[in-house]
Protein backbone atom coordinates (compact mmCIF):
# COMPACT_ATOMS: atom_id res chain seq x y z
CA UNK A 1 0.00 0.00 0.00
CA UNK A 2 1.10 3.47 -0.68
CA UNK A 3 1.35 6.03 1.99
CA UNK A 4 -0.39 8.60 -0.14
CA UNK A 5 -3.52 7.97 0.11
CA UNK A 6 -3.86 7.17 3.64
CA UNK A 7 -2.54 10.13 3.77
CA UNK A 8 -5.32 12.02 2.15
CA UNK A 9 -8.02 9.96 3.80
CA UNK A 10 -6.58 10.69 7.12
CA UNK A 11 -6.08 14.44 6.28
CA UNK A 12 -10.25 14.42 5.15
CA UNK A 13 -11.02 13.12 8.16
CA UNK A 14 -9.15 15.45 10.39
CA UNK A 15 -11.05 18.81 8.31
CA UNK A 16 -13.82 17.06 8.82
CA UNK A 17 -14.01 16.07 12.46
CA UNK A 18 -12.30 19.79 12.87
CA UNK A 19 -15.47 21.71 10.75
CA UNK A 20 -17.89 19.04 13.05
CA UNK A 21 -16.11 20.25 16.41
CA UNK A 22 -16.01 23.90 15.30
CA UNK A 23 -19.91 23.94 14.89
CA UNK A 24 -21.16 22.31 17.61
CA UNK A 25 -19.10 24.36 19.87
CA UNK A 26 -20.51 27.57 17.94
CA UNK A 27 -23.94 26.40 18.40
CA UNK A 28 -23.21 25.25 22.65
CA UNK A 29 -21.85 29.14 22.79
CA UNK A 30 -25.18 30.33 21.09
CA UNK A 31 -27.30 28.30 23.29
CA UNK A 32 -25.54 29.63 26.23
CA UNK A 33 -25.83 33.47 25.81
CA UNK A 34 -26.62 35.17 28.76
CA UNK A 35 -29.88 37.61 28.65
CA UNK A 36 -27.35 40.76 28.41
CA UNK A 37 -25.46 39.17 25.90
CA UNK A 38 -28.70 38.17 23.78
CA UNK A 39 -29.64 41.95 24.44
CA UNK A 40 -26.34 43.58 23.01
CA UNK A 41 -26.97 41.23 19.84
CA UNK A 42 -30.36 42.57 19.39
CA UNK A 43 -29.28 46.13 20.00
CA UNK A 44 -26.78 45.60 16.88
CA UNK A 45 -29.47 44.21 14.33
CA UNK A 46 -31.75 46.69 15.22
CA UNK A 47 -29.07 49.82 15.10
CA UNK A 48 -28.29 48.42 11.65
CA UNK A 49 -32.24 48.92 10.53
CA UNK A 50 -33.24 51.79 12.94
CA UNK A 51 -31.53 54.54 14.95
CA UNK A 52 -32.44 56.16 17.93
CA UNK A 53 -33.72 53.38 20.40
CA UNK A 54 -33.43 51.31 23.53
CA UNK A 55 -33.05 47.53 22.98
CA UNK A 56 -33.76 45.34 25.88
CA UNK A 57 -34.78 41.43 25.82
CA UNK A 58 -36.49 39.71 28.19
CA UNK A 59 -35.74 35.66 28.36
CA UNK A 60 -38.43 34.58 29.88
CA UNK A 61 -40.77 35.94 27.64
CA UNK A 62 -38.36 35.76 24.45
CA UNK A 63 -39.45 38.93 23.75
CA UNK A 64 -36.75 41.84 22.35
CA UNK A 65 -38.22 45.20 22.95
CA UNK A 66 -37.46 48.64 20.88
CA UNK A 67 -38.29 51.96 22.90
CA UNK A 68 -37.77 54.92 20.40
CA UNK A 69 -35.93 57.38 22.25
CA UNK A 70 -37.25 60.75 22.98
CA UNK A 71 -36.12 63.49 20.22
CA UNK A 72 -34.60 60.64 17.33
CA UNK A 73 -36.13 60.46 13.71
CA UNK A 74 -37.43 57.11 14.93
CA UNK A 75 -39.54 58.76 17.66
CA UNK A 76 -40.64 61.80 15.63
CA UNK A 77 -41.60 59.30 12.55
CA UNK A 78 -43.87 57.12 15.25
CA UNK A 79 -45.27 59.97 16.72
CA UNK A 80 -46.03 61.35 12.72
CA UNK A 81 -47.52 57.59 12.06
CA UNK A 82 -49.69 58.06 15.03
CA UNK A 83 -50.69 61.51 14.20
CA UNK A 84 -52.05 60.57 11.07
CA UNK A 85 -52.62 57.24 9.89
CA UNK A 86 -52.94 57.73 6.55
CA UNK A 87 -49.35 57.41 6.01
CA UNK A 88 -48.73 54.08 4.02
CA UNK A 89 -45.38 54.46 3.03
CA UNK A 90 -44.19 55.36 6.60
CA UNK A 91 -45.79 52.36 8.35
CA UNK A 92 -44.46 50.15 5.18
CA UNK A 93 -41.39 51.24 6.34
CA UNK A 94 -41.28 50.62 10.12
CA UNK A 95 -43.11 47.14 9.23
CA UNK A 96 -40.12 46.59 6.65
CA UNK A 97 -38.18 47.59 8.98
CA UNK A 98 -39.25 45.09 11.79
CA UNK A 99 -39.66 42.11 9.50
CA UNK A 100 -36.12 42.61 8.63
CA UNK A 101 -34.72 42.54 12.18
CA UNK A 102 -36.94 39.89 13.11
CA UNK A 103 -35.88 37.62 10.21
CA UNK A 104 -31.94 38.30 11.05
CA UNK A 105 -31.98 37.54 14.91
CA UNK A 106 -33.91 35.26 14.57
CA UNK A 107 -31.04 32.71 13.37
CA UNK A 108 -28.50 34.59 16.13
CA UNK A 109 -31.08 33.45 18.95
CA UNK A 110 -30.02 30.29 20.90
CA UNK A 111 -31.97 27.65 19.07
CA UNK A 112 -34.49 26.85 21.65
CA UNK A 113 -35.53 30.96 21.41
CA UNK A 114 -35.30 31.31 17.20
CA UNK A 115 -38.76 32.36 17.73
CA UNK A 116 -38.10 35.49 19.76
CA UNK A 117 -40.75 38.25 19.94
CA UNK A 118 -40.01 41.66 18.87
CA UNK A 119 -41.80 44.54 19.84
CA UNK A 120 -42.18 47.93 18.98
CA UNK A 121 -43.31 49.58 21.98
CA UNK A 122 -45.89 53.19 21.59
CA UNK A 123 -43.53 56.53 22.03
CA UNK A 124 -46.76 57.87 23.43
CA UNK A 125 -47.49 55.00 25.71
CA UNK A 126 -45.43 52.29 26.25
CA UNK A 127 -47.86 50.00 27.94
CA UNK A 128 -48.86 49.49 24.56
CA UNK A 129 -47.48 47.80 21.75
CA UNK A 130 -47.50 48.85 18.10
CA UNK A 131 -45.91 45.92 16.28
CA UNK A 132 -44.65 43.00 17.03
CA UNK A 133 -42.66 40.90 14.56
CA UNK A 134 -41.78 37.00 14.93
CA UNK A 135 -39.33 35.24 12.87
CA UNK A 136 -39.42 37.45 9.81
CA UNK A 137 -43.10 38.61 10.15
CA UNK A 138 -45.37 40.98 11.77
CA UNK A 139 -47.70 39.27 13.88
CA UNK A 140 -49.63 42.17 15.56
CA UNK A 141 -50.37 45.50 14.04
CA UNK A 142 -52.15 47.93 16.07
CA UNK A 143 -54.00 49.66 13.42
CA UNK A 144 -55.52 46.19 12.76
CA UNK A 145 -56.32 45.26 16.19
CA UNK A 146 -57.61 48.86 16.34
CA UNK A 147 -60.32 48.53 13.33
CA UNK A 148 -61.73 45.32 14.53
Known amino acids: MKPYPISIVGL ?3 IVIAFVGLQSFNVYKRNNLTQQE ?4 GATVVD ?20 ASEGSALYDKLIDILDDQDSPSELKTVKNSLEK ?9 PTSL ?24 VTY ?5 NDD
Open 141 to 145: DYIKE
Open 101 to 109: ISAELSPKM
Open 114 to 137: KDVNIVLLNPLNSNLDLYIASEGE
Open 48 to 67: EHMSGCDVSYSKEANQLTIN
Open 12 to 14: IAI
Open 38 to 41: IADI
